[in-house]
């Protein structure tokens, strides 16, 4: 079954350090990936998404994700960590074999001062 | 544009009660859709719709209905109400079955 995995239910950085939320999909090759970010007592919205015109996305707030085939994989990165990116990111991919979504279970990032 | 509303934004309502959550976008978009997030059970959908008049079950329908008379309202209803269902409901719309969807602010339902 089609199915996205995020590693790690809590991640905690400090102030200026690297993020890295991890996010692997199955299947063939999806035509469009998604992050959302979810600030808290907020819905989602769209942090970046994936549409193969190039395996690097950037995305708003200075993040971004490399799509990455032969891993399966799209991380997300940012290269230093700002108190305001405390939130949870969920990965996402449209389902093939009808009209949703597949989310994954959702990251919640602290950021530590 | 406001984008995607949901009202109301809080409620409470005791066992057996009946409520209905309005979702309206103003993007004209096709595609709608009911979510309930719980702590440690991630986005889970309830129904969605993919245009005026369509309705189809999600993962977790059991317990709600549905309707889209207008392409631009969603709502989802709550006959009667149980404890279970207290939880965090989220409309989104998409004009796509592939693209990015977008999410309303939430509706905070507890169920006493």
């Known amino acids: 079954a089609q199915s996205v995995t995020q590693l790690g239910s809590h991640v905690s950085v400090s102030e200026g350090a690297l993020v890295l939320l991890r996010c692997n999909y199955s299947s063939s090759v999806p035509p469009y990936l998604f992050w959302y970010v979810q600030y808290p007592n907020q819905g989602l919205q769209l942090l970046l998404k994936y549409t193969s015109a190039a395996t690097l996305v950037k995305g708003i707030n200075g993040f971004e994700a490399e799509f990455k085939k032969s891993e399966t994989s799209f991380h997300l990165t940012k290269p230093s960590a700002h108190m305001s990116d405390a939130a949870e990111y969920f990965c996402?991919?449209?389902?093939?074999?009808?009209?949703?979504?597949?989310f994954g279970a959702g990251t919640r990032l602290f950021v530590k001062a | 544009n406001a984008g995607v509303t949901q009202t109301p934004k809080f409620r409470v309502l005791k066992t057996g009660q009946s409520m209905t959550l309005l979702c309206a976008q103003d993007?004209?978009?096709?595609?709608m859709y009911w979510y309930r997030q719980d702590p440690g059970m991630g986005l889970r959908l309830i129904h969605y719709?993919?245009?005026?008049?369509?309705?189809a079950k999600g993962e977790v329908p059991d317990g709600y209905n549905v309707s889209r008379l207008k392409k631009q309202n969603f709502l989802l209803g709550l006959e009667s109400a149980a404890p279970s269902q207290t939880s965090v409901y989220f409309c989104?719309?998409?004009?796509?079955?592939?693209?990015?969807?977008?999410f309303g602010p939430g509706t905070r339902l507890t169920v006493t």
């Open positions: 996402a991919v449209p389902y093939t074999g009808g009209f949703k979504t597949i």
């Open positions: 993007m004209n978009h096709e595609y």
């Open positions: 989104a719309s998409s004009g796509d079955r592939v693209h990015e969807q977008y």
């Open positions: 719709s993919v245009g005026e008049g369509t309705t």
